[in-house]
């Protein structure tokens, strides 16, 4: 069996995951992970089944070792955790745990890379790997977005066996294979197989040897879908918010299951996502100022999640991120609901940072007008689906400039999140936002309203249809 010859800085981060208390490999693939007892039901608890037939420890041991060190696959031994079959719509009825499970592992592995490419970027040592690059429509674009497209196609075909699996997503190689772009390929590869190493901390399986360029651009390209109305596909944001990723603050990994044209699963990985909600409204310059200042208890939950739900189930969940912890941690997920805050008065509500492709002054005028009172929450990506999700803001309110056309992988999993913990997504017509036809969320009217309750929604629509006529979008 191949082994693995690690970069400088892969191994480098391979080592501080070891000092940080990280199992090593060989203990990755015989250890199996600790199991509930019981399924527990209800508010509160998370939907986790007893495994139907796990060997006792010896015998877990024993069929793990004999797969090889660092070569643990998901489910081999052990049944899915994830048991959820809600009977509203599209995931109703039907067992998705295999899917959720891969879909929330891989995430979790896409947020490590995420983190140290980002600490690259804000602590450079020289190298393409800590610079940022430009995409032809002049777009920021780093190791991260390719890296973490490149995993997430790997471990999804990989761990669904399924090599022609569908995958619409953000990021294409031209970039890569050009001619000038051979530096920045190495460091895209160094940063996949840095990572990739470590895929049995997670309960995957690393490659039989390290990935090489053509592998990666392979990988890359498999996310060529065009998504579409029949059929089963995933979709991709890599690193959805790149502006904010690439200056230190909120970005997300946005992850989802289309089937027929309707969200079935969404997992968003929010790396700098702060536990106490006051935080959102600051940089995260000065979290990090105050986090050195008085650091929080050690072994503390702070920062850092990942969200995920499935259509039908009427609840979502939250865990903390392996990459800080050491371990993905299924027996104390959070369960995470929207706020019952229906007064306008005391509601939050969110936009975009940047005005590029967003109108600040239309929904400045739409929140006088319902009556909200409070600053607007300004944060990068989807951490703004996430943020009413967990009940930290009731309201996203997005009112696209002309011209500008929203796409699938910017909203498919924090829709059905959101969703899924209590809330309404529609256009500012009371539509569903329309998944099936094709990358664009085609047909969509005038914009999007995410609510934390209905009462709220309402309100958020009257307004829209009695200002839009005098707007200037």
Request: with cysteine; aromatic share 8%.
């Amino acid at each position: 069996m191949g082994s693995l010859r690690l970069p400088a800085w892969a191994a480098a981060s391979s080592a501080s995951a070891s000092s940080r208390g990280f199992p090593s490999f060989a203990a990755a693939a015989a250890a199996s992970p600790e199991w509930p007892a019981a399924r527990r039901r209800g508010r509160g608890h998370a939907p986790l089944a007893r495994p139907r037939c796990a060997p006792p420890p010896s015998a877990a041991s024993a069929s793990a070792s004999s797969l090889g060190a660092g070569r643990l696959r998901v489910g081999t031994e052990l049944e899915w955790l994830w048991d959820c079959r809600g009977g509203i719509g599209g995931g109703g009825g039907r067992d998705y745990a295999r899917e959720m499970e891969v879909a929330v592992r891989v995430v979790q592995v896409a947020c490590t890379l995420c983190q140290r490419v980002q600490e690259s970027l804000l602590h450079p040592s020289g190298g393409a790997g800590g610079s940022v690059h430009s995409k032809l429509d002049c777009s920021p674009v780093t190791v991260a977005d390719w890296g973490v497209q490149a995993i997430v196609s790997w471990l999804l075909s990989d761990s669904l066996h399924d090599e022609s699996i569908s995958i619409v997503a953000e990021e294409d190689d031209q970039t890569l294979s050009s001619s000038d772009g051979a530096a920045l390929l190495e460091s895209v590869v160094a940063a996949v197989n840095g990572c990739l190493v470590e895929a049995p901390k997670y309960g995957l399986r690393s490659p039989e040897k390290e990935l090489k360029a053509h592998d990666v651009l392979q990988a890359i390209r498999k996310c060529s879908s065009t998504g579409g109305p029949k059929g089963r596909f995933w979709v991709l944001d890599p690193v959805d918010g790149t502006l904010g990723f690439v200056r230190g603050d909120q970005y997300a990994i946005a992850l989802a299951l289309i089937e027929d044209g309707e969200v079935i699963l969404g997992v968003l990985g929010c790396p700098n996502y702060p536990m106490k909600k006051e935080w959102l409204n600051y940089h995260q310059k000065y979290y990090r100022l105050m986090y050195n200042a008085a650091p929080p208890p050690s072994g503390s939950w702070h920062k850092g999640c990942v969200m995920y739900a499935q259509k039908g189930c009427g609840q979502a969940w939250m865990q903390p991120l392996v990459h800080d912890f050491g371990k993905l941690d299924w027996h104390h997920p959070r369960e995470i609901q929207v706020s019952s805050i229906s007064d306008p008065v005391s509601a939050t509500f969110c936009e975009p940072v940047e005005k590029a492709n967003s109108s600040h002054s239309f929904t400045a005028g739409l929140a006088h007008s319902v009556g909200l009172r409070k600053q607007p929450l300004r944060v990068y990506s989807m951490v703004k689906y996430a943020a009413i999700a967990r009940g930290d803001a009731e309201i996203f309110m997005k009112f696209a400039r002309a011209g500008y056309k929203e796409k699938i992988w910017d909203h498919a999993a924090g829709v059905v999140i959101i969703q899924e913990a209590g809330g309404v997504v529609t256009d500012a017509g009371g539509r569903p936002l329309d998944f099936s036809r094709g990358v664009y969320l085609e047909g969509l009217d005038r914009g999007i309203i995410a609510c934390s309750g209905a009462l709220l929604h309402r309100r958020i629509l009257d307004a829209v249809d009695a200002s839009w006529n005098s707007s200037t979008l």
